[in-house]
């Protein structure tokens, strides 16, 4: 149904506050062929899911092998997986960037030499800002540089990362070369925390971390006593010898400490809550968000991004947004996880939390095309959720699309400190 609503959502500068994109020099000299660029984003999980082998699964990936060979070995796990999120998204890129309607191995091979007009200096710029219509785009490469990136430095903005410290691992020689300050004890390893965020916070747009991957996302808070001693045994012993009491200890307290720094620097701390990439490995009862709660509670003056909606414990994200004052939900990388249930879930938070707490968008991807196809899904399903809103007569289209323009974008220019970063980074190129 085309209406105000829908031009609305669909032409708006919508920001993308998650991504794991990949620079410029990667795209352009180390970019994917068509098959690389179509499943090289989250659908391998799927097809691996549906029953692709590991040796398909590898030959999938490998540029030297024919596209026909690497196709076919995994068309009977993509018939099964191309309506899921994942699968809509490679269908999505398969027809805005390639033209294709279908996949086959003939349209596939024809359709092959297109990949060479995009992977130019600038086309990924374009890709998103021009075509996607992204705002800017707020990428964690997993460093604690947010080096400026010379191809778009108001448009690709960076965490600083903050997932080792929160797992517990401390590294004193990638400290000293970054800081120059010896990690020997707990007062040397705060002087280098202090150090990283002195030199990165101010051209960072925001800290991140995922370390619900390797730990529990429960927090616990830590005195220094206890954790002078626990890193003492961290520093002493070889890495197989360390025990998970001992991270989780040194873990807390430095997890803590990123939390001080981010309200001293005025950057929102993001956290992977919820659901894994990948297969085969995730413990499901260390992922919900409300193991944060003492930590919420701690720092109230903190912003919290609570990312991927805590799939599947999106209820109780709902009533920890409800209540604390801290906590910003991101939609990011969920609309591709399981579109149908995060459509439910704006609706329900439209109904409970209030709408200033809404992040709806970031791909979590590496490439620009994917990032550009989760848009898409983005786009549609919170169309599709206003649409079912003011058709149950709960908003009218106006209030709809006010809402829309908060949630795409309002929201986080006043959450993220946008012109003092962008400034910062002017300044350092």
Request: hydrophobic share 40%; with cysteine.
């Amino acid at each position: 149904m085309f209406s105000d609503l829908s031009h609305h959502i669909q032409s708006i500068r919508l920001v993308d506050t998650h991504e794991h994109m990949r620079r410029e020099n990667d795209w352009v000299e180390n970019g994917p062929d068509i098959l690389q660029d179509l499943f090289g984003n989250y659908v391998p999980a799927d097809l691996i899911t549906a029953g692709a082998s590991p040796e398909a699964m590898k030959n999938l990936m490998d540029p030297t092998k024919a596209i026909k060979t690497r196709f076919e070995s995994i068309r009977d796990a993509w018939e099964a997986t191309q309506f899921t999120g994942y699968g809509e998204a490679v269908r999505l890129i398969a027809k805005h960037i390639y033209g294709l309607d279908e996949l086959t191995a003939s349209g596939l091979e024809q359709a092959q030499d297109k990949v060479v007009t995009f992977r130019q200096p600038g086309k990924r710029l374009h890709i998103l800002q021009d075509i996607a219509k992204l705002d800017h785009i707020q990428t964690d490469d997993f460093s604690w540089q947010c080096s400026p990136d010379t191809s778009g430095p108001e448009f690709f903005l960076y965490d600083l990362s903050w997932a080792q410290f929160c797992n517990g691992q401390v590294n004193p020689e990638a400290i000293h070369t970054e800081t120059g300050i010896e990690v020997n004890d707990l007062a040397s390893l705060k002087q280098g925390m202090e150090a990283i965020f002195a030199k990165h916070a101010p051209c960072a747009i925001a800290v991140k971390s995922q370390h619900a991957y390797n730990r529990t996302l429960k927090w616990i808070e830590r005195s220094d006593a206890e954790a002078a001693a626990a890193l003492n045994s961290l520093l002493s012993l070889p890495a197989d010898k360390i025990d998970e009491t001992t991270r989780l200890c040194v873990g807390d307290w430095c997890w803590a400490r990123g939390v001080e720094l981010t309200i001293e620097h005025n950057l929102p701390f993001k956290i992977h809550t919820g659901y894994y990439a990948g297969n085969n490995r995730m413990p499901v009862h260390r992922i919900p968000a409300g193991n944060m709660c003492a930590l919420f509670s701690r720092y109230l003056d903190a912003k919290f991004v609570l990312m991927h909606i805590a799939y599947p414990y999106n209820d109780e994200l709902v009533a920890l947004a409800k209540h604390y004052q801290n906590i910003w939900i991101d939609f990011c990388w969920a609309w591709s996880i399981d579109p149908y249930s995060s459509r439910d879930f704006l609706r329900r938070c439209i109904h409970a939390v209030p709408s200033n707490k809404l992040f709806a968008f970031g791909g979590d991807t590496g490439w620009p095309t994917s990032a550009y196809a989760y848009s898409i899904q983005a786009r549609n399903e919170i169309q599709r959720a206003l649409e079912s809103e003011i058709e149950d007569g709960y908003l009218t289209e106006k209030q709809a699309m006010a809402f829309a323009t908060q949630i795409m974008q309002t929201n986080q220019f006043e959450c993220f400190d946008l012109e003092g970063t962008r400034s910062n980074i002017a300044k350092a190129a």
